[in-house]
């Protein structure tokens, strides 16, 4: 396979279209984005709930070379993320090179490029595979006895019906993660009966929201100084390092104030005792990821809102049973039930160099160099892949640091004259020692279930703080890796 250099991004979410833009911008003329369905958003194409809304300020969920001043709030919904993107898409001339309804099948490593395969039988070749595949995108139906019984409507939030009429309607809502509590809240400020039903509660980090005025967006249009003033904002980035700090060091200061910061706003805002106590977790903050919510507990104490946290017995056609054996009458039942996260580029099948199986290499646990590279699969770099960054801060700032090392990674590469780049075995072996002895001390792994978690109880997330993280993707280690 001669001639200029080809990429295949697979994906055409947030990171797939950086990916495809910054490609562009650097001069290369073949480059195919594969996108499964029939637009590009990624997660905030597929999520429709009610009340879904980013929880990192608008601003800062913008891409660096991409800001918006249109923004209507310092946390936005996702519908008007969606059409950001769609803008940029169309803004940067990219959405030529996407190839709609197109999901990949197969993938093989032939020694100077990659064979690729999708589901419908058209077949391409590219020398670089850009795996921008996302990880909150295959939906984890819950193990329910007789949910499949339910006389009613039963959606998870990820495949939401928006034609669904809830005007007059008593919905249930299974979890309560980001999403469970984003939509009792706003549900049930619209007035509708809801009951929640919980698992386990969570830590609430207070997190209020305002719009811009016209004067504001004014602003923000006539100077980009302005939106940057707001991207940058000190406390912002303080509360990240704060964050970032505080699970790395879980008994240290920034912990303390994280751990003070919720149960003092649990205290405060919850004023009815028993409902105070359904609301206390049993574990530490940040232990699972932080809820951002300025609103939830006003709403869950509003008389139309019940809580349950007793667990759930069965889904008859009436509605749900809980485990102490209460009916609880439903029209509408959201599955607010997460993701399988340790899926990423799967079901894709993928096979390496000497024709290793992705699934061999991840048989234990899904891994990956600096999380972007695994050994024997070479010009095979993975976005937001394992232990990657996926905490409370902007996925898109992770996503512009990981396409700055990659594009060193391409670069070394290319003045090398290799046919490909990939991680060393060595370099991927002492990485994981390293990286699974320090998850371990995390505050995620302090003792509590969440989708941090792989399967063998190790989080799967980045262990160190921030700034290591910045300073990792700022210069590779090229010793690190193996020219092909």
């Known amino acids: 396979m001669n001639g200029e250099k080809r990429f ?44 879904l809304t980013c929880d990192v300020p608008a601003h800062a969920y913008t891409y660096e070379f991409a800001p918006n ?20 898409v169309d803004d940067y001339g990219i959405r030529p090179l996407i190839r709609f309804n197109s999901e990949i099948e197969h993938m093989e490593w032939q020694g100077d490029h990659w064979d690729i395969e999708t589901k419908d039988g058209h077949k391409d070749q590219a020398h670089v595979a850009i795996m921008a595949t996302g990880v909150l995108h295959h939906p984890k139906m819950p193990d329910i006895k007789g949910l499949e ?40 400020k619209d007035g509708h009966d809801i009951v929640h039903f ?14 811009y005025s016209e004067e504001d967006k004014a602003k923000f249009r006539a100077s980009v100084e302005a939106i940057d003033a707001i991207r940058y904002d000190e406390t912002y980035w303080a509360n990240i390092r704060r964050f970032t700090t ?34 206390t977790p049993n574990y530490r903050a940040a232990c699972k990821r932080l809820i951002y919510s300025y609103d939830y507990y006003g709403v869950a104490q509003q008389p139309n809102v019940e809580t349950i946290v007793c667990g759930i017995r069965e889904v008859v056609p009436e509605g749900v049973i809980d485990n102490e054996g209460v009916l609880h009458k439903l029209d509408v039942l959201a599955l607010a039930t997460g993701f399988h996260t340790d899926r990423f580029v799967r079901p894709i099948s993928v096979k390496g160099a000497g024709g290793r199986d992705i699934e061999d290499a991840w048989a234990e646990r899904c891994a ?37 090392y990659i594009e060193q990674l391409l670069n070394r590469a290319a003045s090398s004259n290799a046919s490909g780049i990939v991680a060393s075995k060595a370099a991927f072996d002492d990485y994981e020692d390293r990286r699974i ?30 700034d290591a993280f910045a300073d990792a993707m700022a210069k590779p280690d090229f010793d690190a890796f193996d020219m092909v």
């Open 8 to 51: 295949a991004i697979i994906g055409a979410g947030m990171s797939g279209i950086l990916c495809a833009i910054k490609l562009r911008e650097a001069g290369h003329k073949h480059v195919t984005v594969y996108e499964k369905a029939d637009r590009i958003g990624g997660t905030w194409r597929d999520n429709r709930y009610p009340g």
């Open 69 to 88: 001043p249109e923004w209507s709030a310092y946390l936005v919904g996702g519908d008007e993320i969606q059409a950001y993107f769609e803008k940029v």
């Open 149 to 188: 019984s339910f006389a009613g409507r039963a959606m998870h939030t990820a495949q939401w019906d928006v034609d669904v009429s809830l005007t007059g309607k008593r919905i249930g809502v299974i979890g309560n993660g980001s999403t469970g509590v984003q939509m009792v809240t706003k549900l049930g």
């Open 198 to 211: 919980q698992r386990s509660p969570q830590w609430m980090m207070p997190y209020p929201n305002f719009e």
């Open 246 to 279: 505080g699970i790395t060091e879980i008994d240290g200061p920034e912990m303390q104030s994280i751990e003070d910061i919720c149960r003092g706003w649990l205290e405060q805002a919850v004023t009815d005792p028993i409902l105070r106590e359904k609301l």
């Open 368 to 404: 990956a160099y600096m999380a972007i590279s695994i050994p024997d699969f070479p010009n095979f770099f993975l976005f937001n892949g394992p232990s990657s960054p996926v905490g409370n801060f902007s996925l898109i700032d992770v996503a512009e640091r990981q396409w700055g």
């Open 437 to 466: 002895a320090k998850a371990k001390a995390t505050i995620f792994g302090s003792g509590c279930t969440s989708w941090y978690l792989d399967k063998t109880g190790v989080p799967i997330t980045w262990p160190w703080d921030y």
